[in-house]
């Protein structure tokens, strides 16, 4: 079982930036930020494959970047360009097997999630 711990969230203005941490206790193959707005489903913001390659919804791109930490075992979203839609409750997900779907942002292929932290832009 894997733990991740997500830290960094908090109210920024327009246009701010902020960065996200999530530590994770164990081993993982893919993982990714999800973020769920007031009122919409959970939605794939930005996912890392094993191998480092990562994958952004159109949304964040050019605004969002994912990185990870190989010796920390964290992975991070830093996201610049911050407007108020990007109001949402983002969580980090992983799971320890290759899944194409998990790639394409299909959450139902993540096992194991954070609690979430909150970000507010105003």
């Known amino acids: 079982h894997v733990q991740l711990v997500e830290s960094g969230g908090g109210s920024v203005q327009n246009g701010g930036s902020l960065r996200l941490s999530c530590a994770a206790s164990g081993s993982t193959v893919t993982t990714a930020w999800f973020r769920r707005r007031p009122q919409r489903v959970r939605e794939a913001m930005a996912r890392?494959?094993?191998?480092?390659?990562?994958t952004y919804d159109d949304s964040v791109q050019g605004r969002f970047t994912i990185s990870r930490d190989i010796a920390k075992n964290t992975l991070y979203l830093q996201m610049s360009g911050l407007k108020s839609e990007d109001t949402a409750t983002y969580y980090c997900?992983?799971?320890?097997?290759?899944?194409?779907?998990?790639?394409?942002?299909?959450?139902?292929?993540?096992?194991?999630w954070g609690q979430g932290t909150q970000v507010t832009v105003s």
């Open positions: 997900a992983a799971n320890d097997y290759w899944s194409d779907d998990a790639m394409r942002g299909d959450e139902f292929e993540y096992k194991y």
């Open positions: 890392m494959s094993v191998d480092g390659v990562p």
